[in-house]
């Protein structure tokens, strides 16, 4: 960025020369006069004219005066747009009078004085308006303002542009653009650049040919009441042609000083007409080129060529020209025309071969790739010193058809800048002797070749494990010395996904993975193969090998001996010998034995001579397999019940099973299920005693499982499987099978039980429902039972219940019975307040929330007036009598009611009060309120020292510092409206207080003149010297706006001026003994 520099600063003090550009200001202003003086019989003073408003066009409006004029002139000007034009103005007067007495308590009353602004210009004229308004003139006028520099001295060119760009706020009939030159008639700008807010137009486009050279003026008259905008007078010259573009260029090579530039301009030049062009070097910041009175023969059609004589660079050009005894000017001094000159690269090239392909082959291959130089023409390379050839493409060339050799070349561009070795000097690029490169081709060392290294089968039927490797040797691995090959089946499957292969010792080896038994099919193609002409010594095809496999595993049980009895039973034979395993041998001694064949087993005497691996499982409780590690042979004893599996491995590791890429996914081992008796169990049928002690009881024993026939003891001496005639006691009875397995069982008498009962109650939610129920759950005893209620009814549950004491009794189906008593309480009535009746004045309105502790309860508000909300919370604006509704979650219901009337009289309620004061130290509030209450009533918290209380004022004196809140309550007739406020109380920090000191210490405070524009003075007379403070805030309290700090003196006149806007503002005097504050108003 910095080589710009010097042509901006250049450019920068002829900048817009020849062309204007400014902007501007457009608006209507609405001008009001007149006279008010004062009605007749007029009194007191807040008469005469008190506001002037004016309306807009959108609805809004505007106040231009608010305070009192009497016997004074009006002078007010507001402006305005004609996108919100002002269409109505209205005076407010006030007017008040004596009555018949002489008292002057007639009015007040408000007088306005309407004004419709309708056409455009408007002008108004009127006398004896009444009340005292003399007369008024109102007149709408447009103005414009031009945006013209003092200081700068303007000039235009004939093709130069004057731009006046105005803000369009008012109507184009009042944009009359005119001229003067020199000392000429004034003039109409063409209609077809008139009556518009946008001036702009070439210096051609209004004035003649006779103006070059002389002092022109342009201005708008808006011929509206007379206003003219100030004039832009600029020196008007004739245009030299405008430049329109300059170009690029580049040197012929990187190291040559040759380029040509251009400079376009928009028209030939006259004859006898010169033109001067300068050439600045922008990274130099020195002329590089002048090319003195240029006349129309140094042009072609408006474009000058320069000669061939510019280095790399950016150049900046300039002109000046000379017409007629006159200096010209073109658009090159107020705009940046810069051409850059660069070099082309240096030609450069680069050399990538691909040798010879297979051994003994001719299809080598040398591609050049060139940079540089001229980008649009075609490149040549020169083979050992051989002729120039063209390039086959652009910047890329290939040679082919080369044997393993090695080969010089050079590279040129189409401007024949032959490509040089490259240096550095500088930081920048500098070329040597000329580049001339060698390559050298070269080939395979040998034919491919394949040896099979290893041929090994699957380990079991129908497996693919098996491997084949082979190893390759010889033609041209890939980089990673690798070769392209195909495995593939006799059924032409290619298998190369199951392969892996290996660079180790010199040679290639691949080996072939999960294969199964069949024929197999190998190709092999070196790194060269696809790429070569001559394949024969790149290629092995389809060299083929045998694979064979193993017979099928198989396996079969043979029961040799069943279980006796199951291990469940209670009791039996505890015989516990063979095994020793705290186990009863009657329940473990069965037997199996399995007959196994295939694979490949073992010989000899490997594995102890036996042909498998056997491996002996049994099922838990769980349904896992536990290994039976200790028995290994064909044959299993001792066997309890349960499923047992047998699996066989032989010497290749292989197990019956389900085998999925050549592993072992799922064990199949060979289940059987060796079944013991079922177990050995009793059951009893029963009758119980109908009553306690009775001999009324049965029973029968009911036998399961085992081996049939049984025989039976019980213990009162039966043999047969019932008996009877039983008291409410146990019965022993053993059991034997035929083989000797035995259960034992004891069966007990019944006899009715005891009753209880469970109840479910629902008690009330609201005062006096009948939602509540009883519901009971009775047992023991002999169903079914009989319930009777004191109510009368005989079902268990009681519904729809009120308050009150409910009796059952209960009797099951033997005649036994029982009764229980329950008592409903009644809960508290369910209320709520919504206050006392209310009386409303005008704009008054009563909130009222009566929401309660119930997120689910809802709310229902309706009235007279057909007001309806179901909101707790509601404003009452209207007379009416209003019902609220409540009905909690539970559905409990309450209503209040609250009447609502209205007075239309005004109330207000509010006063002025410092929001500062000091500990012990008088503070006076004014009653402000429009209108007064019929009473007044001041709301003072507790602990604060009321020293004075009246209607209009209160006077308060605060012991302690903090924030309290005073309020006012105004009463009219049976409405009263409240106005709160708060005041901070803190310790004086630099006026003395002596709190020994009573009575009145301020003698005099005034302001004059009140009302007043911002300048007053303030009066004040103290019984003896002291110092005062003077603060000013605004109506409502807040924001202190002026403070002043005075002492030495009893009497104090203060001169005051402040800026703030029209208004109602208090004067606080404070002194060490008194506080007392004035109401002003500053129009």
Partial sequence: MRKYILLIAFFSSWNFLGQISLTGESYYMLDIEGYMGRGKGACGSIDGLREVNVFYVNGTSARIFDGRLIHANTNFSKRFTKQNKINKVIFKVII???????????????????????????????????????????????????????????????????????????????????????????????????????????????????????????????????????????????????????SDSKTSCYDNNDAVLKVYTDRDLLDGETLSLTYFNLDTQRAQANYVNLTIDDFEHGVFTTPAEFPKGSYGVTASGFYNGQNTHSNSLSREFVSTVDKNDPVDFMLSKIDVWCFGGNDGIITLNASGGVTDGVYQYQLNEGDWVNFSNQNNHQITGLTAATYTLKVRDANGCIAKIQGEINGEIALGEEKVQSISLTQPMAPLSLEYTLNQEPTFYGGANGKIVVKIDGGTRFENNSYSYEWRNQDGVLLNQQSTAVFTSGSYYITLNNVAA?????????????????????????????????????????????????????????????????????????????????????????????????????????GQWDNLAHITSETAIELSDGNYAVNIEDRNGIQLGV???????????????????????????????????????????????????????????????????????????????????????????????????????????????????????????????????????????????????????????????????????????????????????????????????????????????????????????????????????????????????????????????????????????VNVSKPFGEQTNWLVPEGIEIVEIKDETLTLRFEQTGEYEIGLKQTQGACYQIFNKKIVVENRDDLAVNQQLKGRFIEEFSITPNPNRGEFVATIILAEESPIQLRLINYIGQNNLMTKKLSGNKKYVVPIEVNVAAGTYILILETGKQTLTQKMIIL
């Fill in 96 to 246: 008040r009078w004596k009555n018949g007495l002489g008292n002057c308590d007639g009015g007040p009353r408000d007088r306005f004085k309407e004004f419709s602004i309708n056409t455009d210009p408007y002008s108004h004229y009127q006398q004896n308006l009444g009340d005292g308004f003399d007369w008024v003139s109102l007149k709408t006028k447009a103005f414009v303002e031009i945006n013209v520099n003092a200081t700068q001295v303007y000039e235009l060119g004939s093709e130069g542009r004057l731009e006046i760009k105005l803000a369009d706020h008012i109507e184009s009939k009042y944009y009359n653009w005119k001229y003067r030159v020199g000392n000429g008639p004034a003039l109409h700008i063409p209609q077809a650049f008139n009556n518009t807010d946008y001036l702009n137009l070439k210096g051609k486009d209004f004035l003649p040919q006779s103006a070059e050279g002389q002092m022109v003026s342009v201005w708008a008259d808006t011929e509206s009441g007379g206003t003219i905008s100030n004039t832009v007078n600029f020196t008007y010259f004739k245009s030299s042609p405008n430049f329109v573009g300059v």
């Fill in 659 to 925: 085998y999925q890429n050549n592993e072992l996914q799922t064990v199949a081992d060979s289940l059987y299920n060796l079944k013991q008796p079922d177990q050995l169990t009793l059951y009893f049928e029963k009758k119980a005693a109908s009553c306690n002690n009775s001999h009324t009881g049965w029973a029968k024993v009911f036998v399961q499982g085992g081996t049939p026939p049984y025989t039976y003891n019980w213990s009162n001496g039966a043999t047969t499987a019932a008996i009877d005639e039983l008291i409410s006691i146990p019965y022993f009875v053993e059991v034997i099978d035929a083989r000797g397995c035995r259960v034992e069982g004891t069966v007990v008498i019944d006899q009715p039980d005891a009753f209880s009962v469970q109840e479910h109650i629902r008690y009330l939610d609201c005062y006096n429902a009948t939602d509540a129920f009883i519901k009971i759950d009775v047992s023991g005893g002999v169903l079914p039972y009989t319930y009777q209620w004191n109510t009368g009814q005989i079902t268990s549950d009681l519904e729809n219940l009120a308050a009150g004491t409910y009796i059952v009794e209960v009797t099951d189906a033997q005649g036994c019975s029982f009764k229980k008593q329950y008592t409903i309480s009644n809960p508290d009535e369910f209320t709520f307040e919504i206050g006392e009746d209310r009386t409303l004045c005008n704009s008054q309105y009563l909130p009222v929330d009566i929401a309660i502790a119930d997120d689910q309860a809802l709310y229902k508000w309706e009235s007279t007036n057909g007001f309806e909300s179901e909101s707790p919370q509601v404003v009452l604006r209207q007379e009416g009598l209003y019902t609220a509704t409540i009905t909690t979650s539970k559905g409990c219901v309450a209503t209040a009611q609250i009447r609502i009337d209205h007075l239309s009289i005004p109330i207000s309620s509010e006063f002025l009060i410092s929001t500062q004061a000091y500990v012990s130290e008088e503070v006076v509030l």
């Fill in 518 to 622: 069949g024929t197999y099919f190998l190709t092999v193609k070196d790194k060269n193969y696809e790429l070569a002409t001559n394949k024969v010594s790149c290629l092995i095809l389809e060299s083929e090998l045998i694979v064979t496999q193993p017979d099928p595993l198989k396996v079969k049980f043979i029961l040799v001996k069943p279980i006796s009895c199951h291990d469940n039973n209670e009791f039996g034979d505890e015989t516990d010998q063979s095994p020793q395993d705290g186990i009863r041998d009657e329940v473990q001694d069965g037997s199996l034995k399995v007959i196994a064949e295939g694979g490949r087993p073992f010989t000899g005497t490997a594995n102890n001579g036996l042909p498998y691996i056997y491996t002996w499982k049994k099922q838990n409780s769980a």
